[in-house]
């Protein structure tokens, strides 16, 4: 079992920056990898960042590559996601998630066994 809670979402203008972070408490083994996905209203929920978590092999949607990174501190169990440059196309609800499963396109939102509730992001222009 795995629990993800997000925070560090917020209201912010074009051109700026804000840091997403998730703690991820288990009660079993740690997840094969975990991933941040976004959902804005009327969209459908896509992938924007992935990391293995015993390499740190990370993975990027095209939209977000050079302006995101994703990172995690194992130790404190914690998943981040760094935002810069955000223009209002990343306004969305911003989602936590981690699988246990191997293998499969990281993007897709059925491999994800475990979701936190999600924290707004909102980008003015």
């Known amino acids: 079992q795995v629990e993800l809670v997000e925070s560090g979402g917020g209201s912010v203008e074009a051109g700026g920056s804000l840091r997403l972070s998730c703690v991820v408490s288990?009660?079993?083994?740690?997840?094969?990898?975990m991933a941040w996905f976004r959902q804005a209203p009327g969209n459908e929920r896509e992938g924007v960042a992935h990391?293995?978590?015993?390499?740190?092999?990370?993975d990027y949607a095209d939209s977000v590559v050079g302006r995101f990174t994703i990172s995690q501190d194992n130790a404190k169990k914690m998943l981040y996601l760094q935002m810069n440059k955000l223009k209002s196309d990343d306004t969305a609800m911003y989602y936590c998630?981690?699988?246990?499963?191997?293998?499969?396109?990281?993007?897709?939102?059925?491999?994800?066994?475990?979701w936190g509730q999600g924290t707004q992001v909102t980008v003015s222009s």
């Open positions: 288990t009660s079993t083994y740690g997840p094969y990898s």
């Open positions: 998630a981690a699988r246990h499963s191997v293998g499969g396109t990281w993007s897709k939102v059925r491999l994800y066994n475990y």
């Open positions: 990391i293995y978590t015993d390499n740190n092999e990370t």
